[in-house]
């Protein structure tokens, strides 16, 4: 294939970096780090319009979805609604790009002032541009989407130097320069997402009944049996000062003045009274579903499971390098549960915690029992000899009082008694009350309120979004979602950072929304790519982990920030002929020889070198079809250390000229036809009797 001079400098400059897809940032411009306040930030300024209002986000791509019962952006209700991309796009090279967009509504593209693009569709793509002269350094962009007033509205833009290589813009091509309302835009939404996160309106009700939203869906540790599953004497230090284990936890210290240990001490024997009625035994997880027989475990020594699991993307451990406050420390763990807590903690971190932070990695017991020892290796200090007697029944009734008036049941649920604490609403509060309480930072304004550690930052979010409008609370922008929690979550911890594991910024735009959303569930019973080389050595020792409180609102809010809805809309089965010719080119004999490196149906990859691909059988039920077309087209622009070959050049020429008279792009369409029906035979020299079928 050939490589001209212009295609090399295109490669690297453009490509190789993938767009963030899920597009949205919560971060304030000024509060980033380094330069003065007109000095570019990364990203696009995002100003979204409704009904006369306008609200804002930074976003590091140009796409949008908003179905009619989702939010544009939270602080919005009104449809339909208008979205303003502004920044630079800086390029390394001066060049003459495309541009292209899929939408359903109405988009206005503006390069250095010049009007490149006008498109109005109803879900397809738009034309594609001629060549647009940008200069090396900064470029001005200015993108105007104006919503559909009908169903799922949505945009996403791609550039590229030839028409056969449009592919999503790389997000660090972009910044922009901070402007006054961005910034208090973004001071809003993070005073919106603090509240959520602090739980605030499980003591500060609203009137009425807001409604059902993925927003006020999260809940906090059930205290049911929770004298069982954790240790009376942690309990004790844990109430008395969350921030002492967790720098950023967000349980509040509930009691402070000469007082506070007595009563910590008294509630922590009350929550250490309450014993499950038998010890709890998760059981395994079933096996993977596998249509070909897993290789046997070659002669290396097995690694340790915290290095497996990755879980130094999250934690910390006497003898990690260097401290890091964003991280949950270890230190703690025999002192937090008793014997045999921590592994069925380990099994199922979720049992008690819906919404816990901590995934589900489908550990077996004997992987539980495994990493426990590992954990509990790696300490210093003794484990505990056994619980602390029984706390006499006085002591227990004071904690009992205490957790019913102190608004501990407020949040948690799952204990043998109610609450007794009321506090003003939401609504009742005033401009006057956001100094006072929980927002005090003097004791005579705070009184007995819970002290959440808030920074003076903090304060002010919480402020600025106390005036703007606090029904955004329950409004459901699904773009955001995904953008705060994958914060949250550390999702990018691992993905990007580890090799073999797709980086974060594609999936939205990789993944179809339903398959995604089963797989951070954990409900996918099976594995895209086998675990073991054929020759029995692990191709990727991590494993991705399952969220399921969090998986299928995750999932919409990475599509949507991708500019994609939540459901499917190529799989149907449109051309049998195609597929036919799609059957054939997956062969050795006369086609590309996918078959080499990829198992398909009931039959393992015939010739593995250096790295099996995944598994075909899935790949269509997986896999958007516009992203299946661009890895075709460049895997390398996608993941630049992928061992996947391109095929086809930059004019969109195959070397297979007898094949659909060499057009790619045809050919193309005719493997995805073949992926579409799943693990038909195949013509490869070896097993064209065979068939079989992956699982959907």
Not at 582 to 606: M, N, P, W
Request: glycine share 10%; with cysteine; proline share 7%.
């Amino acid at each position: 294939m050939k490589r001209g001079n212009s295609w090399s400098k295109w490669l690297s400059s453009m490509f190789l970096v993938p767009a963030c897809l899920h597009s949205f940032s919560t971060e304030s411009a000024l509060a980033q780090e380094g330069g003065g306040p007109q000095q570019p930030r990364q990203g696009l300024a995002l100003r979204v319009e409704a009904d006369g209002r306008q609200s804002w986000a930074i976003a590091t791509g140009v796409a949008l979805a908003a179905s009619n019962a989702s939010a544009a952006h939270p602080f919005l209700t009104a449809r339909p609604y208008t979205a303003t991309w502004s920044g630079r796009v800086n390029m390394e090279l001066r060049s003459d790009v495309l541009f292209q967009a899929t939408l359903n509504g109405t988009l206005e593209l503006e390069i250095n002032g010049t009007n490149v693009l006008s498109a109005s569709n109803s879900g397809g793509p738009s034309q594609i541009t001629k060549p647009v002269r940008l200069r090396k350094g900064p470029n001005d962009l200015r993108a105007i989407f104006r919503s559909s007033s009908n169903g799922l509205s949505h945009v996403s833009l791609n550039w590229g130097e030839k028409a056969f290589l449009m592919a999503p813009i790389p997000a660090e091509k972009f910044d922009h320069l901070p402007n006054t309302a961005l910034d208090q835009g973004i001071l809003e939404l993070n005073g919106r997402n603090l509240f959520l996160e602090l739980k605030c309106l499980s003591c500060h009700s609203v009137k009425g009944n807001p409604p059902r939203s993925p927003e006020l869906a999260p809940d906090a540790p059930s205290l049911e049996g929770i004298g069982s599953r954790r240790n009376r004497d942690w309990l004790r230090r844990w109430v008395l000062n969350p921030r002492e284990y967790r720098s950023q936890a967000r349980m509040p210290q509930m009691f402070r003045g000469p007082q506070a240990a007595h009563h910590a001490e008294a509630t922590a024997a009350y929550l250490a009274s309450l014993k499950a009625a038998s010890q709890q035994k998760h059981e395994d997880p079933p096996p993977w579903k596998r249509l070909t027989p897993e290789p046997e475990p070659g002669n290396r020594v097995a690694r340790p499971l915290l290095e497996k699991l990755k879980c130094a993307a999250c934690h910390t451990w006497p003898g990690s390098e260097g401290p890091d406050a964003t991280k949950i420390a270890l230190d703690a763990v025999r002192e937090k549960f008793p014997e045999d807590g921590l592994v069925e903690f380990l099994q199922k971190p979720e049992a008690h915690y819906r919404w816990i932070r901590m995934p589900n990695f489908r550990l077996t017991r004997g992987e539980a029992v495994q990493l426990a020892r590992e954990l509990t290796g790696k300490l210093r200090h003794a484990a505990p000899d056994s619980q602390l007697a029984g706390a006499a029944e006085p002591l227990i009734s004071e904690g009992r009082v205490l957790v019913e008036n102190s608004g501990c049941l407020n949040c948690h649920g799952g204990a043998t008694t109610q609450s007794k604490l009321k506090m003003i609403s939401l609504d009742g509060i005033g401009s006057t009350g956001w100094g006072r309480g929980c927002m005090g930072t003097e004791p005579g304004q705070r009184g007995l309120a819970p002290d959440f550690g808030l920074t003076a930052r903090e304060r002010e979010e919480l402020r600025a979004f106390a005036k703007a409008d606090t029904e955004a609370l329950w409004r459901h922008a699904p773009w955001e979602f995904a953008a705060r929690h994958s914060k949250l979550l550390r999702c990018t911890s691992c993905h990007g950072q580890i090799e073999s594991v797709p980086a974060f910024d594609v999936l939205g735009g990789k993944l179809q929304t339903d398959w995604s959303a089963q797989f951070m569930a954990g409900s996918i019973p099976y594995k895209p790519r086998d675990e073991r080389h054929p020759n029995g050595e692990p191709w990727v020792e991590a494993r991705m982990p399952a969220f399921p409180a969090y998986a299928t609102a995750l999932a919409h809010g990475l599509a949507a920030g991708s500019g994609h809805g939540p459901d499917r809309s190529d799989a149907e089965h449109s051309d049998p002929a195609l597929a036919e010719i799609g059957r054939r080119l997956i062969g050795k004999e006369g086609g590309f020889s996918c078959v080499s490196c990829h198992g398909l149906g009931s039959s393992a990859a015939l010739e593995v070198f250096d790295s099996q691909g995944v598994h075909l059988s899935w790949s269509a039920s997986r896999l958007r079809k516009d992203y299946f077309v661009r890895w075709m087209k460049q895997p390398l622009a996608i993941d630049p250390s992928t061992k996947m070959p391109a095929y086809f050049d930059e004019e969109g020429n195959s070397p297979l000229q007898e094949v659909l008279d060499g057009n790619a792009s045809r050919q193309i369409d005719a493997l995805w036809e073949f992926l579409l029906r799943e693990g038909k035979p195949v013509s490869d020299g070896g097993r064209s009797g065979e068939k079989g079928r992956g699982p959907n």
